[in-house]
């Protein structure tokens, strides 16, 4: 049973930072495409970024020299290090994996296979 659980969130001032995790259980998460999505309050949800299982790495615009996806293969787990936050960066975080990777996937959330539970990000001006 795929299983993904985030942890790292929390409460930061505009120009912190934090880093999210994800611990993968049910199967290996480098054999699958990784990513991470999020939700800001009355929006959709959008990708942030996502890592192939080639070890390419992608980003949305709105976080790219920002925020920095890695996988530790070891320990099964994905990761997310957000740099200078901005209070637009607010909103629920939610890992997630695909079992195809292409293009731009992890930008589009109605392509996630599996989805974990989200953990918090607020950003305060």
């Known amino acids: 049973q795929v299983q993904l659980v985030e942890s790292g969130g929390g409460s930061v001032q505009a120009g912190g930072s934090l880093r999210l995790s994800c611990a993968v259980s049910g199967y290996t998460s480098s054999r699958y495409c990784m990513g991470w999505f999020r939700q800001a309050p009355g929006k959709q949800r959008e990708g942030v970024a996502g890592?192939?299982?080639?070890?390419?790495?992608g980003y949305a615009d709105s976080v790219k020299d920002r925020f920095t996806i890695s996988q530790d293969s070891a320990k099964n787990t994905l990761y997310l290090d957000m740099n200078s936050l901005k209070p637009e960066d607010t909103g629920m975080y939610y890992c997630?994996?695909?079992?195809?990777?292409?293009?731009?996937?992890?930008?589009?959330?109605?392509?996630?296979?599996?989805w974990g539970q989200g953990t918090q990000v607020t950003v305060s001006s």
């Open positions: 890592i192939n299982t080639d070890g390419t790495m």
């Open positions: 997630a994996t695909r079992r195809l990777c292409g293009g731009t996937w992890y930008l589009n959330p109605l392509l996630p296979n599996y």
